[in-house]
T-cell receptor
Framework: DQQVKQNSPSLSVQEGRISILNCDYT??????FLWYKKYPAEGPTFLIS?????DKNEDGRFTVFLNKSAKHLSLHIVPSQPGDSAVYFC????????????FGKGTRLHILP | SAVISQKPSRDICQRGTSLTIQCQVD?????MFWYRQQPGQSLTLIAT?????????ESGFVIDKFPISRPNLTFSTLTVSNMSPEDSSIYLC???????????FGNGTRLTVT
């Protein structure tokens, strides 16, 4: 049973526009959420995180939004750049429980010139 | 964040053999984990590598198949034993300083079993 779901396997966005990657989760105990970026032949790289006490966290071009009632989070990349083409993984953990970080299947983002 | 070096970066192995993957971190870390990413799948936690004691395995993973060592706070190994083609995956070492910090990953070991 997938606790963290990324329902879009891929997404194409024009360079300079906004990229929005979505993630849903089922476990209401999750209270810490993370986004990772992965290039081929490299390990995942941590991008940004958000605690459940917040609904938004911003770091440069990357913003993560959390909607706890909908059990939904999204990553916004503005403006999108060619180097943003990669696979993006959403992840979550329940810090007061077993705290394992659970990952979604990833969304492949293509930035079009 | 810590620099995590994983060896080998890739290997092609025969069915029935074993491969040991090494993970070296440039600083002492509290928590080390081993993940697996099968083709088209998410990253799945295999086990938590505990310093000086037996690893803690997730459901579906057993010590006989994936023995793990962690002799100190900067080094760990994962062995994939008696390999079959189903073990073809990317194996990733990861570290974390505490429960309020993110995981950081090595570059992974791409294993192909023929």
């Amino acid at each position: 049973d997938q606790q963290v779901k990324q329902n879009s396997p891929s997404l194409s966005v024009q360079e300079g526009r906004i990229s929005i990657l979505n993630c849903d989760y089922t476990n209401s105990m999750f209270d810490y959420f993370l986004w990772y970026k992965k290039y081929p032949a490299e390990g995942p790289t941590f991008l940004i995180s958000i605690s459940s006490i917040k609904d938004k966290n911003e770091d440069g071009r990357f913003t993560v939004f959390l909607n706890k009632s909908a059990k939904h989070l999204s990553l916004h990349i503005v403006p999108s750049q060619p180097g943003d083409s990669a696979v993006y993984f959403c992840a979550a953990s329940a810090r007061n429980r077993d705290d394992k970080i659970i990952f979604g299947k990833g969304t492949r983002l293509h930035i079009l010139p | 964040s810590a620099v995590i070096s994983q060896k080998p970066s890739r290997d092609i192995c025969q069915r029935g053999t074993s491969l040991t993957i090494q993970c070296q971190v440039d600083s002492q870390v509290t928590m080390m984990f081993w993940y697996r990413q099968q083709p088209g799948q998410s990253l799945t936690l295999i086990a938590t590598a505990n310093q000086g004691s037996e690893a803690t395995y997730e459901s579906g993973f057993v010590i006989d198949k994936f023995p793990i060592s962690r002799p100190n706070l900067t080094f760990s190994t994962l062995t994939v034993s008696n390999m079959s083609p189903e073990d073809s995956s990317i194996y990733l070492c990861s570290v974390r300083q505490n429960y309020n910090s993110p995981l950081h990953f090595g570059n992974g070991t791409r294993l192909t079993v023929t």
